[in-house]
C-alpha cells in the first residue's frame, strides 16, 4: 500500500490508537461524558480513514487523481477538528470547532463520492 492509500490508513491507525486510550481513560476515571467525542474519532478516524485508505488501494487510479489528496487533506483537517470540537460543545465552552469539523467532513464526503464517481470502474487485478 502506497500513496494517499498508505497515508490514510497511518491516520486510520493513529486514531484508533487515540480513541482506544480515551475510551481507556474514561473507563478509569468513570467519566464517560465526552463519549460522543471518542465515538466520532473512533467512527470518522479510524472507521472511515480505513475505509478511505482500502478504496484508494483497490482503485489506484482514483488514489492518482490529484483531487485524492486534497481528499486526504480535508478529513485529516475534520478529524483534528471535530473530536476535539465535540468535546469543547459538551463542555459548554464553544461548539465552532464542532460546526467547522462538521462542514469539512461534509465537503470531504462530497469530494469522496465525486472521485468514486469519476474514477474507472475496473478495480486492479492483483497477482
Known amino acids: 500500500m502506497n500513496g494517499v492509500a498508505r497515508a490514510f490508513l497511518l491516520v486510520a491507525i493513529l486514531a484508533g490508537l487515540c480513541g482506544m486510550v480515551w475510551g481507556i481513560q ?4 468513570h467519566d464517560h461524558t465526552l463519549s460522543p467525542a471518542h ?3 473512533n467512527l470518522l478516524g479510524w472507521v472511515s ?4 485508505a482500502f478504496y484508494y488501494h483497490l482503485v489506484p487510479d ?3 487523481n490529484p483531487l485524492a489528496r486534497v481528499h486526504f487533506g ?3 483537517a475534520a478529524v483534528i477538528l471535530l473530536a476535539p470540537g465535540v468535546a469543547l460543545a459538551i463542555q459548554g465552552k464553544t461548539e465552532l470547532l464542532a460546526k ?3 462542514v469539512i467532513m461534509q465537503v470531504s464526503m ?3 463520492g465525486w472521485i468514486v ?3 474507472p470502474r475496473r478495480v486492479a487485478a492483483r497477482a
Open 110 to 112: 462530497l469530494l469522496f
Open 117 to 119: 464517481l469519476k474514477a
Open 39 to 41: 465515538g466520532h474519532l
Open 26 to 29: 474514561m473507563s478509569a476515571s
Open 100 to 102: 467547522l469539523g462538521s
Open 74 to 76: 480535508l478529513v485529516v
Open 49 to 52: 480513514c480505513s475505509i478511505f
Open 62 to 64: 482514483a488514489a492518482e
